[in-house]
């Protein structure tokens, strides 16, 4: 069993619409979780950290189940520019240490 | 701020070739982080430093891949030789003490013939 597993996708949905991915890692004793967005041929920047009280960062809002080691990402209000690859990462402090294959998302006009 | 700053962008070689990537990080960030990421693939964590040291280097494939980042400061990475299915992107990240954001570098896209 991978440590961080994402449904790869892709995900086509047209501007305007909510959706929702979803991540589960193997390792009880993670300690911090992110979400990272990769665009094509750059690097990754973080989206968003994962706390246990779930955040929301204007449209995107985040989620966190320990017990069911389960992290989701929410986007409402989809836009062209949102169109991207999506990683799931557990790590360390604030030390990414292991990434999902990313889900890739694709927002048509 | 400037970012982190990684040279070369590109790379082509033959297999059992040596290849040295080089990793600026944004000033005043004491942690630095090599990740290797193949194709489909997310980033995986080679090496950490605090500043000089080596905290984690446990998935550094360490019979032909080396670093260093000897004033804590620049990083190198070194593949020797270097074998067919080291063809990916080689990124570097770095943060600082107190911040809570990883900063990744544009990656040097390693192509071994």
Known sequence: RKEVEQDPGPFNVPEGATVAFNCTYSNSASQSFFWYRQDCRKEPKLLMSVYSSGNEDGRFTAQLNRASQYISLLIRDSKLSDSATYLCVVGQGNTPLVFGKGTRLSVIA | ?113
């Open chain 2, 1 to 113: 701020e400037a970012g982190v700053v990684q040279s070369p962008r590109y790379k082509i070689i033959e297999k059992k070739q040596p290849v040295a990537f080089w990793c600026n990080p944004i000033s005043g960030h004491n942690t630095l982080y090599w990740y290797l990421q193949n194709l489909g693939q997310g980033p995986e964590l080679l090496i950490r430093y605090e500043n000089e040291e080596a905290v984690d280097d446990s998935q550094l494939p360490k019979d032909r891949f080396s670093a260093e980042r000897l004033k804590g400061v620049d990083s190198t990475l070194k593949i020797q030789p270097a074998e067919l299915g080291d063809s990916a992107v080689y990124l570097c990240a770095s943060s600082s003490p107190t911040g809570t954001r990883v900063v990744f570098g544009p990656g040097t896209r390693l192509t071994v013939l």
